[in-house]
């Protein structure tokens, strides 16, 4: 007895104690949803407190956020407070502006007084201007462990978390409840209506044929909406894109048999990153069925780029002025930033402006208090810097960027390329010219400085940046017995010394080169043991063609049509019917026409070569292509020892075709690939090399003065040979 006394003693006490009550909830959490950059007040998470018999005072809410957000994407998390279940009118109690980064938070001190009745909270962020897309903020469940007060109270109840938010740059943003019709949008039957999932009106499509599309987006990155099919049962629904508003590509469809939209409104996201769009509009188009779609919130966001600028280099480079160069990444736009020193390099700041200046005396934008400063924006690969001190190292960097001019926004690539340079301490010779340029040698000059020593290196056939020289070079103007090599590079020293001080100039030339072939020369100046920073300046040539090389087409035209030399400007000049090689491999355009002593003559696909005198040359081949004759004669030096015709090797596909002016060629046909032969030949010879097994199909009728078989077969292939 006694205890069932205790007992019910102790139940009594706990009622009279826990009698007022906070009961945990939250109805109508936020869902996914895209986060605009420098957007304020962004909900990540709502609940809902609802005392019963009797008041108490809030004074902590304890929570955590989560996700791949860094602590200074945000300026702010707030918590807002109204007795009612609208966001609108409802007050900050609390903001918390440090210490923003994933993990525990509370909003402490809050002293907020409850009353009987529904209470309601918001967390809120304000998102930085500068993000870093694609990262995301969410706020787990809360529990009633993070909700204190200041009295004693019973609390029960649960929360569900809050939704992700992806930070983006926005730069199409829609929720039709605005002006009607919005800005920038087009309609075809569309109209504005309920239900929505914000606001009061969401975009109704129906029926079959309605559709509304956007203004043009420049580099797109996600299409983003809530959606959902309010009636009807069936439905395809389309997310389009057009460059021109007339032709139309499906991007997505939705539809009552796959890909089903819900009965109430759902977050969608299409990540066109890979698509790489440029300058597009975006359709929501209900092509067919009896569904009423509703669409709301949309968001298009600017894309970021995915590959960087990369390879620095320096030319021109003065005591007060050099120009630097990058190639270009995947992005429309690139932007350079230079630093004084060896410096490190730094991301820019996402959504913010720079302006730039090639003037170092009047710098442009800088990246924080980085000490690098903007100088150069746009479209381009380079850029030439001024003002600068003489003997000094600077730092430039490249980053890719993609840009909206309609909502202002910039993305920029982190982790950009770059490259150092130190100024010179002279200008360098202005330009090098090359002069008397022969198959087997050419004449460099250039304006010298008389406090100066030069330093020459050439290189054949490809083109690297080169090292600084370091140390002493012996020169030497025969290539068949170089100087010193510059490194590992391939360049080789041919001159070092001074210039003429009558004439302030220098003059070397080179000797034994081989023809056809390209050569990269670059320059350094030398004062007091100091080599200039970067090469001063450089150029390239061709050798000209030696009647010995190789030959090939490279485009329809006259036999003898080929560049010639222009003495003013120091170059190779014309168009050129020929490109010319020493070995058949390295090429460049020919100098020279082909003639008997041509090592091969090649005609490529597609190029008709015509003759405008009496020519010659030894071995030719046809790849198919056309040689057209006209009134004069081609005179082949390549023979069939048997017959004694001249012959030309067919080893292609395509037909070969020649005006024979009556000569007798002979075609030799080295390949089983071809796919034509002319309807007429005199000799048809098959020389397969490798194997008698081998055979032939013929592809078309062939009327033959003569068969020859050297090696292989023919196969008739449902054709026919006429005698």
């Known amino acids: 007895m006694k205890k069932l006394f205790t007992g019910i003693f102790f139940l009594l006490i706990s009622i009279l104690v826990y009698a007022?009550?906070?009961?945990?909830?939250?109805?109508?959490?936020i869902?996914?949803?895209?986060?605009?950059?420098?957007?304020?007040?962004?909900?990540?998470?709502?609940?809902?407190?609802?005392?019963?018999?009797?008041?108490?005072?809030l004074t902590d809410v304890t929570f955590s956020t989560s996700g791949s957000y860094t602590a200074n994407e945000l300026n702010k998390l707030e918590l807002y407070y109204n007795t009612a279940n609208t966001f609108t009118s409802a007050t900050s109690i609390k903001s918390l502006t440090s210490n923003l980064g994933t993990g525990s938070h509370i909003f402490s001190g809050l002293n907020k007084a409850l009353g009987n009745g529904n209470h309601y909270f918001w967390i809120t962020a304000d998102i930085a201007q500068s993000i870093i897309p694609n990262h995301t903020i969410s706020v787990p469940a809360i529990s009633t462990t993070d909700i204190t007060f200041s009295e004693t109270f019973y609390k029960g109840g649960s929360t569900i978390?809050?939704?992700?938010?992806?930070?983006?740059?926005?730069?199409?943003?829609?929720?039709?409840?605005?002006?009607?019709?919005?800005?920038?949008?087009?309609?075809n039957g569309a109209n504005r209506s309920s239900p929505a999932y914000s606001g009061a009106y969401s975009l109704e499509l129906q029926p079959a044929g309605d559709y509304a599309y956007t203004r043009k987006v420049n580099t797109p990155g996600l299409i983003t909406f809530f959606a959902l099919?309010?009636?009807?049962?069936?439905?395809?629904f389309e997310i389009q894109y057009s460059t021109d508003a007339i032709t139309w590509n499906t991007i997505t469809t939705y539809s009552n048999t796959a890909n089903s939209l819900t009965k109430s409104f759902?977050?969608?996201?299409?990540?066109?990153?890979?698509?790489?769009?440029?300058?597009?509009?975006?359709?929501?188009?209900?092509?067919?069925?009896?569904?009423?779609?509703?669409?709301?919130?949309?968001?298009?966001?600017?894309?970021?780029?995915?590959?960087?600028?990369?390879?620095?280099?320096?030319?021109?480079?003065?005591?007060s002025r050099f120009t630097v160069s990058c190639t270009a990444g995947s992005a429309a736009q690139r932007?350079?930033?230079?630093?004084?020193?060896?410096?490190?390099?730094?991301?820019?700041?996402?959504g913010v402006f720079y302006t730039a200046s090639t003037n170092w005396q009047d710098p442009g934008s800088q990246i924080g208090s980085s000490g690098y400063y903007c100088i150069y924006k746009g479209t381009g690969t380079s850029v030439s810097v001024t003002g600068l001190t003489k003997k000094t190292t600077y730092t430039v960097e490249v980053m890719e960027y993609n840009y909206s001019d309609v909502a202002n926004t910039y993305i920029y690539m982190p982790s950009p390329a770059y490259n150092h340079i130190k100024t010179a301490s002279t200008d360098p010779p202005s330009a090098i010219d090359f002069d008397s340029v022969t198959s087997s040698s050419f004449t460099l000059s250039w304006s010298t400085t008389p406090d100066l020593s030069y330093v020459l290196f050439l290189k054949e056939d490809t083109s690297v940046y080169p090292p600084k020289p370091s140390g002493t070079y012996k020169a030497s103007d025969d290539w068949n017995n170089k100087g010193d090599q510059l490194g590992s590079s391939g360049f080789y020293c041919v001159f070092n010394g001074k210039g003429k001080p009558e004439t302030n100039r220098a003059t070397v030339t080179v000797t034994n080169l081989q023809s056809s072939t390209r050569y990269y020369v670059v320059i350094f100046t030398l004062h007091d043991e100091t080599y200039s920073e970067g090469c001063a300046c450089g150029g390239e040539v061709p050798t000209a063609t030696k009647a010995a090389d190789y030959f090939a087409s490279i485009a329809s035209g006259n036999w003898e049509t080929v560049n010639t030399w222009d003495s003013t400007n120091h170059r190779w000049t014309g168009t050129t019917t020929w490109k010319s090689s020493r070995d058949g491999i390295h090429w460049n355009d020919a100098t020279l026409k082909p003639t008997s002593n041509a090592a091969k003559v090649y005609i490529e696909p597609g190029h008709i070569v015509t003759l405008t005198d009496n020519e010659s040359c030894s071995i030719l081949h046809f790849d198919s292509g056309w040689i057209q004759?006209?009134?004069?004669?081609?005179?082949?030096?390549?023979?069939?020892?048997?017959?004694?015709?001249?012959?030309?090797?067919?080893?292609?596909?395509?037909?070969?075709?020649?005006?024979?002016?009556?000569?007798?060629?002979?075609?030799?046909?080295?390949?089983?690939?071809?796919?034509?032969?002319?309807s007429e030949v005199y000799t048809l010879r098959i020389n397969l090399a490798g194997s008698d097994t081998l055979s032939v199909p013929l592809p078309n009728d062939v009327t033959v003065t003569n068969l020859a078989f050297d090696n292989g077969g023919l196969r008739m292939n449902s054709h026919t040979i006429k005698y």
Request: avoid cysteine; charged fraction near 10%; aromatic fraction near 12%.
């Open 229 to 236: 099919e309010n009636t009807g049962s069936q439905y395809s």
């Open 161 to 187: 978390a809050g939704g992700t938010q992806y930070l983006e740059y926005v730069v199409v943003t829609e929720n039709f409840d605005g002006t009607w019709p919005p800005s920038g949008w087009t309609f």
């Open 335 to 350: 932007i350079m930033f230079m630093a004084l020193g060896e410096a490190d390099p730094i991301d820019a700041d996402n």
């Open 266 to 319: 759902k977050f969608y996201s299409i990540d066109v990153h890979t698509a790489t769009y440029t300058n597009v509009y975006f359709r929501f188009y209900l092509a067919s069925g009896n569904g009423d779609i509703h669409i709301d919130d949309v968001n298009i966001t600017l894309r970021s780029p995915n590959t960087q600028a990369s390879n620095v280099t320096f030319s021109d480079v003065g005591p």
């Open 31 to 57: 869902g996914d949803a895209v986060a605009n950059a420098g957007l304020t007040k962004k909900r990540l998470f709502t609940f809902q407190l609802k005392m019963t018999a009797g008041s108490g005072t």
């Open 20 to 29: 007022a009550s906070a009961e945990l909830s939250s109805p109508n959490q």
């Open 629 to 678: 004759l006209g009134n004069y004669n081609l005179t082949i030096n390549s023979y069939d020892s048997a017959s004694g015709n001249p012959q030309f090797i067919y080893n292609g596909t395509g037909t070969p075709q020649m005006t024979t002016q009556g000569t007798n060629y002979i075609v030799s046909v080295t390949s089983q690939s071809i796919t034509r032969l002319p």
